[in-house]
């Protein structure tokens, strides 16, 4: 079956994630097959408006652990870091749909969302200090931005979950309802977005994201390769083992 979908009805690409054995963990194919596709849909004017989901119940629990252990991202050419600079550089408006669990990523890829809505079931985290590893997606740079330093030095450092209506509260989310309704609405609302002028929708974005851009790239890269030499190290291979072992991780000596 397919762990990625994609349907292009009414000027609206709507992406799914669909791998629920895994709890919609992402690899590092997924992550491919979703930078040539956003690529494609920014090239294509059919495409007015893209839109991020899941299911009721869960949006993702963030990359594969298993690619992780065995896999690790190579350099910044990894699909996982195309991905990431294909969202940075989306020129049409993205909406995210999200439910249930949005780990690590599945919360990062959100700040370059420009609609973001959530059930009252979503359950955000940036467990990446808890992982042995470091911000990622520009989170460093975007969180403490939108939600101040504060607010994002505590969600970074203790990495401890958070529900939709602290995340609405940080400013994080435009809406929360109930979970049976979030698709559905943020379908209505990109079929709304793609009847307007599609020029105006991107000189808008642009003007409120491209002068950002070259700071997201910088913090991109730069977070990739304290990233990607953490997640080398020991307590990252304690904490990904630890989770797929299903027991506590033991950094006592990390
Ligand atoms: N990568 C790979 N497999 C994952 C995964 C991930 N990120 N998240 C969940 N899975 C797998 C589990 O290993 C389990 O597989 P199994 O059935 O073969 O044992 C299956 O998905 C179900 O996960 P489980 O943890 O039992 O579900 P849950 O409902 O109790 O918890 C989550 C759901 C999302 C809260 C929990 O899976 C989780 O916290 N995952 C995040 C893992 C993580 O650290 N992600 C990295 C972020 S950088």
Redesign the pocket.
């Known amino acids: 079956m397919d762990e990625i979908l994609f349907l292009h009805e009414g000027g609206v690409l709507t992406i799914t994630f669909n791998r629920s054995?895994?709890?919609n963990?992402l690899t590092s194919a997924m992550y491919a097959r979703l930078a040539t596709q956003l690529a494609a849909a920014d090239a294509d004017s059919a495409v007015r408006v893209v839109v991020i989901q899941g299911q009721e119940a869960l949006f993702t629990?963030?990359?594969?652990?298993?690619e992780f252990l065995q896999r690790p991202p190579a350099d910044t050419d990894a699909p996982v870091f195309q991905f990431l600079r294909a969202l940075a550089d989306f020129s049409k408006p993205l909406i995210a749909a999200v439910c249930g669990?949005a780990?690590?990523?599945g919360t990062t890829l959100l700040l370059h969302c420009d609609l973001v809505y959530c059930g009252d079931n979503a359950l955000f985290s940036l467990?990446?200090v808890n992982?042995g590893?470091c911000p990622e997606a520009a989170s460093s740079l975007l969180l403490p931005q939108r939600i101040g330093v504060a607010a994002a030095a505590e969600k970074l450092l203790f990495g401890e979950a958070f529900a939709a209506d602290e995340a609405e509260a940080l400013g994080l989310v435009n809406r929360v309802l109930p979970p049976a309704e979030v698709n559905a609405f943020a379908q209505a609302q990109a079929r709304k977005l793609a009847g307007k002028p599609a020029a105006s929708l991107r000189a808008t974005k642009a003007m409120l994201r491209a002068p950002q851009r070259p700071a997201v790239h910088a913090a991109i890269a730069n977070e990739a390769a304290e990233f990607e030499r953490l997640l080398r190290g020991p307590a990252a291979k304690e904490a990904f083992s630890a989770?797929?072992a299903k027991r506590k991780p033991d950094f006592s000596s990390c």
């Open positions: 054995g895994k709890k963990a629990a963030g990359n594969d652990v298993t669990p780990v690590g990523i467990p990446f992982l590893l989770f797929l």
